[in-house]
């Protein structure tokens, strides 16, 4: 019986340590985006932005308001950021692939919560595992997309 139950505990710790551990988020790099994104939209004297910053589930990890963004760029700074969570693209990149057939779009546009305009972006590490999702709404969309990429390319040696 003894020996049972030590072959058994052996199964086990091996099997939890086989699992491995999985990259994600953290606040500190969320931190360091946000931070990244603001100073971009400042000094290009872009209007002010919303950052919102999601983890691989979805989950909220950051949200910041400049002083004086728009209101309802709140919501489409979390829309952009949890699409972009949730998927290994862009949300640019997405609504390209639903439109891609003009005539006959995919459905995508069907489905609640997901947005298909510029400005969100997956977090990717440098393996290819996604981490999460950052959304940014107040500027254009190619200035929102582009705030967004400066956030994630100030965390790359995180991602490695």
Known sequence: MKRFAILITLVL?????AL???????LEMAKIMADTCEAKAASEGWRKVNIAIFDDGGNLKLFRRQDGAFLHSIQISQ?????SSG?????????EFNYSKPERPYGVEQVPGLVMFQGGLPIMTAGGEQIGGIGVSGATGDQDE??????????AELLK
């Open 20 to 26: 491995g551990s999985k990259p994600y988020l953290t």
């Open 146 to 155: 582009a705030c967004a990429q400066s956030a994630i390319d100030a965390i």
């Open 79 to 83: 829309l952009k950021g949890r699409t």
């Open 87 to 95: 998927m290994p693209r862009s949300t640019r990149a997405l609504g």
């Open 13 to 17: 710790s091996h099997n939890a340590f």
